[in-house]
């Protein structure tokens, strides 16, 4: 089982930026897919982005193409989600989630997930 932390949520104005972290530890991914998914406050989980831990492959929501990018340091064990332009739509409690499944985007997929960190963003 792999432990994910989250950090690097807070409030910002729209327009601005954040960047979360998720340090994983308990094992190497190898071949898995690191995933930030967000769930606002009466709304379900949703997909934002993820990653092939060994390939760097990418796969974006919509709602976030062309503000978003993951990445992911393999020799910290930690993934990213660099968010620019942020609107106030981005306000949800963010995800760092774990999947033994290549590069998949399905929720179900995901086994192992982090607390959580909240981003609110202001208008």
């Known amino acids: 089982q792999v432990q994910l932390v989250e950090s690097g949520g807070r409030l910002v104005q729209a327009g601005g930026s954040l960047r979360l972290s998720c340090a994983a530890s308990?094992?190497?991914?190898?071949?898995?897919?690191m995933a930030w998914f967000r769930q606002a406050p009466g709304k379900e989980r949703d997909f934002v982005a993820a990653i092939s831990w060994s390939l760097g492959s990418t796969d974006y929501a919509d709602s976030v193409k062309g503000r978003f990018t993951i990445s992911r340091d393999k020799a910290k064990n930690t993934g990213y989600l660099q968010m620019n332009s942020l609107k106030v739509e981005d306000t949800a409690v963010y995800y760092c989630?774990?999947?033994?499944?290549?590069?998949?985007?399905?929720?179900?997929?995901?086994?192992?997930w982090g607390q959580g960190t909240q981003v609110t963003v202001s208008s």
């Open positions: 989630a774990a999947s033994d499944a290549y590069f998949t985007r399905r929720l179900a997929d995901f086994g192992s």
């Open positions: 308990g094992r190497t991914f190898r071949g898995s897919t």
